[in-house]
């Protein structure tokens, strides 16, 4: 076996062989790097336990993968196994005790705990935790390393109705073991999750036109003047006792239709717009800064439509939101009522709140604003998630062709200056 000084050089410079190998290090003996014939490769530590002669076997614990952990990180973690068995203790067989003790229902607890409340943006961290909760519900008392992928495989095929969220959800799932199986909280390598077929996902984006705009715009006047109608369920016993039909009317949270107008002229998330604070705006640039957002620091322009509706809006004292709630200092927690009360009167069911950003783009693709510049405008990190917008931007080619085939006719025609013909429509009598 050979001998190396493990560091990142070194670590970089090794070569898998026909078999597996471990490097030993050359300073702390008993520390070494586990290589594959695949590539991959392992920071591993040696020992006999119970501070034990030759006669006693030799026992090697995986600390973790190289790339998960640095050299250093992986050294200290060596050394400190070793002091354990010098004291008489015998990290392996504890570590291999607690995997076999910690259920499908601990593991998802600690990697809320140490995982999603640390590293994770909040809104990701929410939506991992209801992919934890169902695994949690399903399968909570297995054992960890005895979950089956026959289990995730039906879990996940329990979610086929929406396949968006199934594939997430296993995305989810995996992660979870691959994150316990870099601590040594299952055996390295064990993933119930991978390999799993997923589902084909129908594209989603749903692009408002412009006559639904308008009656979407009828419906949020209303919903601050007269009020939108109520849904109520004629079939139940207590119908007959509410208020006439005529008079079944209410009138929005200001806030909440505010929101509503901000999702629709800037193109931002829901989460950036309900937890915007009134100290991020700049009026005088006309851009509200966000200093985290899903893709990090961001700033939210502001056109006139969109200034005036943050200068229609009161500021509460004690809260320091744009879009106040109901409880103190706390911003609006969701939409969803006065949404699904303004889709309804705008005949617009189906359609949902993310889709008011798709159709931001889409209106800026329309105009020939260029990708790049919408791209700014919905703060992409990647030129790749804007592009989905690129089949609306039909004016850019319209104007192409308008010109070649305009060059080409004056061509055709001794030099003659081009004229763009404008075709009539079918049903005309005029030939072709």
């Known amino acids: 076996m050979p001998v190396i000084k ?11 062989g026909e078999r597996p190998f471990i490097a030993f290090d050359t300073d702390l003996a008993g520390f070494g790097i586990r290589v594959m014939p695949s590539g991959a490769m392992s920071y591993v530590v040696e020992y006999r336990p119970h501070g034990g002669g030759r006669g006693v076997a030799k026992r090697r614990v995986t600390i973790g993968r190289v790339g998960a952990l640095t050299p250093d990180q992986a050294r200290k973690a060596a050394a400190d196994m070793l ?3 010098r004291l008489g203790g015998d990290p392996g067989a504890e570590k291999a005790e607690k995997r076999k003790a910690l259920t499908v229902a601990g593991l998802c607890d600690a990697f809320e705990t140490e995982h999603l409340e640390t590293k994770v943006k909040d809104g990701t961290a929410e939506a991992h935790s209801l992919a934890l909760k169902r695994l949690k519900d399903a399968h909570g008392s297995v054992k960890a390393e005895a979950l089956s992928r026959g289990q995730v495989s039906a879990l996940h095929s329990k979610m086929r109705d929406t396949p968006y969220a199934a594939n997430r959800a296993l995305a989810v799932w995996s992660k979870l073991y691959s994150w316990a199986g870099v601590r040594g909280l299952v055996p ?18 749903r692009f408002l036109t412009g006559e639904e705009f308008a009656r979407l715009g009828d419906a949020l006047r209303l919903a601050e003047t007269e009020g939108l109608p109520w849904d109520v369920d004629e079939t139940k016993p207590g119908a007959k006792h509410l208020v006439r039909e005529s008079n079944r009317r209410r009138v929005l949270d200001p806030f909440a239709v505010a929101a509503i107008r901000l999702l629709i002229l800037t193109g ?3 989460r950036e717009i309900l937890h915007a604070k009134w100290s991020q705006v700049d009026v005088e640039r006309g851009v509200i800064f966000l200093p985290d957002s899903k893709t990090g620091k961001k700033p939210v322009y502001l056109s006139a439509a969109a200034q005036e509706v943050l200068a229609s809006l009161p500021r509460i004292e004690g809260n320091p939101h744009i879009i106040a709630g109901a409880n103190v200092g706390a911003p609006r927690a969701d939409l969803k009522k006065p949404w699904a009360a303004v889709t309804r009167a705008g005949g617009l069911e189906g359609v ?12 800026g693709a329309g105009a020939s604003l260029g990708l790049p510049i919408i791209g700014k405008l919905l703060g992409h990190t990647q030129a790749a998630t804007t592009q989905r917008y690129a089949h609306l931007d039909a004016d850019p080619l319209r104007r192409a062709v308008d010109t070649i085939g305009a060059t080409i006719s004056a061509a055709m025609d001794g030099d003659k200056k081009g004229e763009v013909v404008q075709f009539k429509r079918s049903g005309s009598n005029s030939a072709v």
Do not use: C, M, W
């Open 6 to 16: 493990i560091t990142k050089r070194a670590v970089d410079a090794l070569a898998p």
């Open 83 to 85: 002091a354990q068995v």
């Open 188 to 205: 390295e390598g064990f993933n119930p999750a991978r390999g799993i077929e997923k589902y084909r996902e129908q594209g989603r984006e």
């Open 268 to 270: 931002a998330r829901l």
């Open 352 to 363: 949902r709140l993310h889709d008011l950003r798709h159709s931001f783009a889409s209106f």
